[in-house]
T-cell receptor, first 116, second 116 residues
Framework: NAGVTQTPKFQVLKTGQSMTLQCAQD?????MSWYRQDPGMGLRLIHY???????DQGEVPNGYNVSRSTTEDFPLRLLSAAPSQTSVYFC???????????????FGPGTRLTVL | AQTVTQSQPEMSVQEAETVTLSCTYD???????LFWYKQPPSRQMILVIR??????QNATENRFSVNFQKAAKSFSLKISDSQLGDAAMYFC?????????????FGKGITLSVRP
C-alpha cells in the first residue's frame, strides 16, 4: 500500500512550457484534490474530484486543468507555465465515511515546481 | 466562506516543555471538522489530530491535545513534553461536513522550533 504518490518530486520549466504533474492513490479513495503551497499562504485548493469523471474548481484554478478518468489517478496539467506558478504542489485523497461525509485527507509527498 | 487564522507565524519551545499553538476560524455552520497537520522539513503533510465539532470532548493523541472552544471558534493545539522531532510547520485546517464536498481550508501555518 503506497498511499498517495506524486511524480516528479522536482521540476524546472521555462515560461510557456506545459507539463503534467502525476498523482496516484491505491486506497480506492473517491475524493482527490490538488493544492498549492506558497510561503506565508498556507495550502490553497486548485481543483478537486469527487469521483471518476467528475471534477470541479477550487480556490485558485486559473492556469490549471485536471481530469479524472480512473479512481486511482488525478493528473494536474499546466497548459502554459508562468513564474507565478512556481510553488509546491500537493495531491490529497480521502474516502467517504458514513452519510457521505468524507474522511481525513491523506497527502502525497509534494512536487516542487520552478518556472523560470 | 470559511476562514482559518493562525496569527503567530513562529513559536519556540524548550525541549521537554509544553507549547500551545493557536488557531481561530470563522464559519456559520454548526457541523464541521477541524484538523492540525504537521509539515516537517521533508514537506510531507502529516495529520496530527482531528476534532469533530459535534463532540464536546477534546481530542487527544499521545502528547498532542486540543482545546476546542466552539462558541469562541477557537482550536488550539497543545504539545506536551516537546521533542526535537516536533520542530516543523503546523497548519490548522477546517472542513465542512455538508455534502460530499471535502475542501480543506488551511491557515497560513506556524513554524515551531524546539530548543535542545
Amino acid at each position: 500500500n503506497a498511499g498517495v504518490t506524486q511524480t516528479p518530486k522536482f521540476q524546472v520549466l521555462k515560461t510557456g512550457q506545459s507539463m503534467t504533474l502525476q498523482c496516484a492513490q491505491d486506497m480506492n479513495h473517491e475524493y482527490m484534490s490538488w493544492y498549492r503551497q506558497d510561503p506565508g499562504m498556507g495550502l490553497r485548493l486548485i481543483h478537486y474530484s469527487v469521483g471518476a469523471g467528475i471534477t470541479d474548481q477550487g480556490e485558485v484554478p486559473n492556469g490549471y486543468n485536471v481530469s479524472r478518468s480512473t479512481t486511482e489517478d488525478f493528473p494536474l496539467r499546466l497548459l502554459s507555465a508562468a513564474p507565478s506558478q512556481t510553488s509546491v504542489y500537493f495531491c490529497a485523497s480521502s474516502s467517504y465515511g458514513l452519510a457521505g461525509v468524507s474522511d481525513t485527507q491523506y497527502f502525497g509527498p509534494g512536487t516542487r515546481l520552478t518556472v523560470l | 466562506a470559511q476562514t482559518v487564522t493562525q496569527s503567530q507565524p513562529e513559536m519556540s519551545v524548550q525541549e521537554a516543555e509544553t507549547v500551545t499553538l493557536s488557531c481561530t476560524y470563522d464559519t456559520s455552520e454548526s457541523d464541521y471538522y477541524l484538523f492540525w497537520y504537521k509539515q516537517p522539513p521533508s514537506r510531507q503533510m502529516i495529520l496530527v489530530i482531528r476534532q469533530e465539532a459535534y463532540k464536546q470532548q477534546n481530542a487527544t493523541e499521545n502528547r498532542f491535545s486540543v482545546n476546542f472552544q466552539k462558541a469562541a471558534k477557537s482550536f488550539s493545539l497543545k504539545i506536551s513534553d516537546s521533542q526535537l522531532g516536533d520542530a516543523a510547520m503546523y497548519f490548522c485546517a477546517y472542513r465542512s461536513e455538508s455534502g460530499a464536498n471535502s475542501k480543506l481550508t488551511f491557515g497560513k501555518g506556524i513554524t515551531l522550533s524546539v530548543r535542545p
